[in-house]
């Protein structure tokens, strides 16, 4: 067998062996990593609101279900959603959980202040 033979023949499965690896990294960290949830809007936590709702926007990562106080949220491919809620007088609490399909949960609690 020639050298350049041997050479490419090395590569070639040396570079099946290294897509197979970095496969599975990807497949264990799926697995391993917490769903992860991001809220884009508001954009900070104890925020005031002047109007009668709020548009809630952000997205998830690693996240099977996403729930905000309990209700089933829908989410697109890449992870964004969104969802108008009318706010109550005071404090509005929000509770955000996402699961993974491996039954791993990440929680997140954004409260918004309605003020008259």
């Known amino acids: 067998m020639s050298s350049k ?16 690896f970095f496969y599975i990294l990807v497949q264990f960290l799926s697995v391993a990593l917490l769903p992860k949830i991001v809220i884009t809007n508001p954009v900070k936590n104890n925020v005031q609101i002047l109007g ?14 996403l729930k905000i106080n ?3 949220i829908a989410f697109d491919s890449k992870g964004n959603f969104e969802k108008s ?4 007088k005071d404090v509005n609490t929000f509770n955000f959980e996402a699961e993974s399909r ?7 609690q954004l409260k918004v202040l309605k003020v008259e």
């Open 70 to 72: 309990g209700e089933l």
């Open 85 to 88: 809620v009318v706010l109550q």
């Open 102 to 108: 491996f039954g791993k949960k990440t929680n997140y």
């Open 5 to 20: 033979r041997f050479f490419l023949t090395h590569f070639f499965w040396g570079g099946i062996a290294i897509l197979i």
């Open 52 to 65: 009668e709702e709020i548009l809630i926007r952000g997205f998830v990562k690693r996240t099977y279900f």
